[in-house]
């Protein structure tokens, strides 16, 4: 069966949770009837249909999920708790409290102090403050950001933790700005800018072209820092930006948000500060700050990396004409995940640690796809996924290398800098000494 069959699959499925649900659902446990994913809908469905044949079958498909996404940005992220007073949206669970099928272990560190307080151990403490049997205002409003960070599928992460529900983030804003101009691109190429959304009831892309400007606009004024040349979240309670460099930044790119100087501009300013040995960090040293016993590593901060980040960079990188820096980042990514692969018998894990280029760590939910006996467990799907699509991406030359097992150092350097990402420069090393091997070797991929 076609790859692409499959991915049509998944697409019906989404638009039958919205259906049916109201939302597509964080996952299969009753409490995420109350979250949602992040929406990513248009961007499959467009990528399903390019390989439908050009059939009244084909475009009967395609209205019935653009009625679905429509339904979803129109009643989960534009009305109720996700809309916000600036008219950007916010990830909000509508839940309350501790979500009813999580061990009390997960928030040991959050109840211990409540339950110390109480003369309570965890777990009875976490009983009776499930039950209502104690008032604990403190922790209702920790719950209240905690599921808002968890819809965000950055869970968890120090520029969320304790403000996510107070926070208009880039990455949300920028994935509903990519659903306006999505919508509004269907509507036009595909129903001849007449689209019956109900019976009787029509529409035209320029109701989508309208939001999509006025997306842009609140974002650009709220969320743009000039400064920095970086986007950051804006905190709608405290009227402020949240200094926090993440590879979130980089959505605006994807999304298609900006273009020319302005969007190389913000890709410089990105690598610069976020480009690692192993790819794009999850966010900088400097804003996720010290670790502690009380202030414990998180997942999606530096520095760890994820494949999601990696394949929405390059494809805002080669979106805005940056090839180059887009292939270079996507071979250390590649470069990595293979490395380890290699060492760790066919080992293809959920995240990496990619300032050091390695999978070994322990940090929150340990990680997916690298608990196992002598034999692999079919890798993580998408890390799996972005190797596929980081390899295609690459020049000959390039893929050639990552054959091989070039060392990304001997092709780029050990860290780029504003002034040469800028320049798309290379620099070849004339020998690289291999930490594992213990030997010198020559390696160059031009």
Same mark, same amino acid.
């Given at each position: 069966m076609a790859v692409w069959t499959w991915a049509r699959a998944m697409?019906?499925?989404?638009?039958?949770?919205?259906?049916?649900? *109201?939302?597509?659902?964080? +996952?299969? #446990?009753? %409490?995420?009837?109350?979250?949602? !994913?992040?929406?990513? $809908? &248009? =961007?499959m469905a467009l990528a399903v249909f390019r390989q439908l044949p050009r059939t009244p079958e084909g475009h009967h498909w395609?209205? *019935?999920?653009?009625?679905? +996404?429509? #339904?979803? %940005?129109?009643?989960?992220?534009? !009305?109720?708790?996700? $809309? &916000? =007073?600036?008219?950007?949206?916010?990830?909000?669970?509508?839940?309350?409290?501790?979500?009813?099928?999580?061990?009390?272990?997960?928030?040991?560190?959050?109840?211990?102090?409540?339950?110390?307080?109480?003369?309570?151990?965890?777990?009875?403490?976490?009983?009776?403050?499930?039950?209502?049997?104690?008032?604990?205002p403190a922790l209702d409003e920790y719950f209240v950001?905690?599921?808002?960070?968890?819809?965000?599928?950055?869970?968890?992460?120090?520029?969320?933790?304790?403000?996510?529900?107070?926070?208009?983030?880039?990455?949300?804003?920028?994935?509903?700005?990519?659903?306006e101009s999505d919508i509004a691109r269907i509507i036009r190429f595909d129903f001849g800018d007449d689209f019956e959304i109900r019976p009787s009831e029509h529409m035209s892309r320029q109701l989508w072209v309208e939001r999509k400007r006025r997306r842009r606009e609140r974002m650009t004024d709220l969320m743009w820092n000039e400064q920095r040349g970086l986007f950051f979240d804006y905190d709608f309670v405290h009227r402020r930006q949240i200094a926090y460099v993440s590879a979130t930044t980089l959505y605006p790119l994807w999304a298609g948000l900006l273009d020319g100087p302005a969007a190389r501009r913000l890709a410089v300013s990105a690598l610069a500060e976020l480009e690692?040995?192993?790819?794009?960090?999850?966010?900088?040293?400097?804003?996720?700050?010290?670790?502690?016993?009380?202030?414990?590593?998180?997942?999606?901060?530096?520095?760890?990396?994820?494949?999601?980040?990696?394949?929405?960079?390059?494809?805002?990188?080669?979106?805005?004409?940056?090839?180059?820096?887009?292939?270079?980042?996507?071979y250390r990514w590649l470069y990595m995940v293979a490395l380890n692969a290699a060492r760790y018998n066919g080992a293809i894990a959920e995240k990496y640690d990619v300032a050091h280029q390695i999978f070994g760590t322990a940090v929150e939910y340990g990680n997916v796809s690298v608990q196992f006996k002598y034999v692999p467990d079919g890798g993580f799907g998408w890390t799996n996924a972005s190797?596929?699509?980081?390899?295609?991406?690459?020049?000959?030359?390039?893929?050639?290398?990552?054959?091989?097992?070039?060392?990304?150092?001997?092709?780029?350097?050990?860290?780029q800098t504003e002034k040469n990402v800028r320049a798309q420069v290379s620099t070849p090393c004339a020998e690289f000494r291999d930490p594992f091997l213990h030997e010198p070797r020559h390696r160059d991929c031009r």
């Open positions: 697409v019906d499925n989404l638009a039958y949770e919205i259906q049916h649900y *109201g939302r597509i659902l964080n +996952a299969n #446990r009753s %409490y995420y009837l109350a979250r949602s !994913q992040p929406p990513f $809908l &248009t =961007s395609l209205a *019935g999920i653009l009625r679905a +996404a429509i #339904r979803e %940005y129109e009643t989960v992220w534009m !009305q109720g708790d996700h $809309l &916000t =007073s600036t008219g950007l949206s916010r990830y909000f669970d509508v839940g309350r409290g501790m979500p009813p099928e999580v061990d009390p272990a997960s928030y040991a560190d959050v109840l211990g102090s409540e339950a110390t307080r109480g003369g309570l151990d965890v777990p009875t403490f976490a009983a009776r403050y499930r039950s209502g049997n104690i008032s604990a950001h905690d599921r808002a960070m968890r819809e965000s599928g950055h869970d968890t992460t120090y520029r969320l933790v304790g403000r996510a529900a107070d926070l208009n983030t880039v990455d949300l804003n920028a994935l509903l700005y990519k659903y690692a040995p192993g790819g794009l960090l999850s966010s900088t040293e400097a804003s996720r700050g010290p670790i502690t016993p009380d202030r414990p590593l998180r997942q999606w901060d530096y520095p760890f990396g994820w494949a999601p980040h990696q394949m929405l960079a390059w494809e805002g990188l080669r979106r805005c004409g940056l090839h180059e820096n887009a292939e270079r980042v996507a190797f596929q699509v980081g390899r295609r991406m690459l020049s000959p030359a390039c893929r050639r290398a990552l054959d091989q097992m070039t060392p990304p150092e001997c092709l780029f350097g050990w860290r």
